[in-house]
């Protein structure tokens, strides 16, 4: 019989300590485990002040500040270590999830074990919940299915563990792969400059414009890092060939993605393979991105920021109308408009393919959210300055993917 795994050290030293026995810490085979409760996110008590984020009349202050709300598209189930005692559980997503596993990880030993268990998690949800680790020993299950027991720990320095999540959930395993790594916030710092001669420029937003916004950035990340996509962009001198011959005509301007130098009598400066596999990753690298709106003239992308109309939150990404947002989405990884990854002439570039590829992934039902009364956000006429009908999706018959893959491709 293994004697359990034991630790009376204050939290600052935890680090140091190294286990006497490392190759297997888990209770015997007859041991009777005792695991704590599971958790419905649904229905807490006041200790854990469970919310809602970006409620339709929650203060736009709150989804303003940075520090408090960000996410990483790639990671909406957020769980972040708050004090050297307790967790911030946040879901950045228009759906909940249920049976979500949170695994914790401690420096000095191996295995991950289960800390949380929840049954539901509702969507936009926040609560907080004390670590189990600092009120008394405790069994916990491991990956394998079997036991160990951990002692009180008095407190953890902040990332002394490492928390990772796994849910049964179908929407958990689109989440799961999304390449992208962007962080996205929104900031007030647009619309509060905006030039005198133009002070529709940006406008300002709220939670119900977050909210659209969130679940576009979801779909977008995932349609980015879909296998086709990936294909698609790095092959796009195949695409441009395979477009050519079902129009029955001569490649359009450039024969393959190429960069910011001006074009001068069709010449340009094509990208070599190893380029744009790099030019692939400034789509999904960790950078952050601040998600914007405008209403003047233009919309604009650049550093940080990338940014549309009201309308392209509203209803434009339910019926695959991304062309704008992939345009500044472009500027926002560093194109000009000399660069078909964010010009749209000369048979079009990115913002066409990715237009097209995002409307096929809408018609194979590809994308974590499809339905667009999941939010209704067009229905809220008192957040919003225009009007609009529920989005009804179609997809053009002669769309490229759809001719090439006919139905297939979907992402499994
Ligand atoms: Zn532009």
């Not at 599971?38 to 854990?48: E, F, K, Q, S, Y």
Request: overall charge neutral; some cysteine; proline content about 5%.
């Amino acid at each position: 019989m293994r004697k359990p795994i034991s630790w009376f050290f204050p939290f600052v030293v935890l680090a140091s300590i190294i286990l006497g026995c490392s190759d297997d810490d888990s209770q015997g085979e007859n041991y009777k485990a005792n695991y704590l409760p599971t958790i419905d996110a649904t229905n807490l008590p006041v200790g854990n002040s469970p919310m809602t984020m970006f409620e339709d009349n929650e203060s736009s202050s709150k989804m303003y500040d940075n520090k408090d709300r960000w996410f990483r598209v790639n990671q909406p189930m957020q769980i972040i270590q708050k004090g050297k005692d307790s967790v911030q559980v946040s879901l950045y997503s228009p759906v909940g999830l249920t049976d979500v596993k949170i695994y914790a990880k401690l420096a000095n030993y191996d295995k991950r074990f289960l800390i949380y268990e929840f049954t539901k998690v509702p969507a936009f949800h926040r609560s907080f919940h004390q670590i189990p680790l600092v009120n008394g020993k405790h069994d916990y299950q491991l990956e394998n299915g079997k036991t160990v027991t951990i002692d009180k720990i008095d407190g953890f320095s902040s990332g002394a563990i490492q928390f990772s999540v796994e849910s049964s959930d179908p929407l958990f395993a689109k989440f799961k792969k999304i390449k992208s790594n962007r962080l996205v916030q929104f900031s007030t710092q647009y619309h509060i400059n905006n030039p005198a001669d133009d002070p529709n420029k940006f406008l300002p937003m709220n939670p119900v414009l977050a909210k659209e916004a969130i679940t576009m950035i979801i779909n977008y990340s995932y349609a980015i890092s879909h296998p086709l996509y990936y294909d698609t962009f790095m092959n796009f001198d195949r695409y441009k060939k395979e477009q050519a011959a079902t129009a029955g005509t001569a490649i359009n301007g450039a024969l393959n993605w190429h960069g910011n130098a001006e074009d001068k009598d069709g010449v340009y400066d094509y990208f070599t393979k190893a380029q744009i596999e790099q030019a692939y990753n400034t789509y999904i690298d960790s950078r952050t991105l601040n998600m914007a709106m405008v209403g003047g003239g233009s919309a604009w992308g650049g550093g940080a920021l990338a940014s549309q109309w009201e309308s392209g939150y509203v209803t434009g990404h339910w019926n695959g109308e991304m062309s704008v947002w992939s345009h500044e989405y472009s500027h926002h990884c560093g194109y000009s408009h000399s660069s078909n990854l964010a010009n749209s002439g000369e048979g079009g570039g990115q913002q066409e393919m990715l237009t097209d590829f995002y409307k096929y992934l809408i018609s194979l039902n590809d994308l974590p959210f499809i339905d667009p009364d999941i939010l209704k956000g067009y229905s809220k006429t008192a957040y919003l300055k225009g009007n609009y009908k529920k989005p009804v999706f179609k997809i053009n018959p002669k769309n490229p993917f759809l001719l090439k893959y006919k139905g297939e491709g979907k992402w499994n």
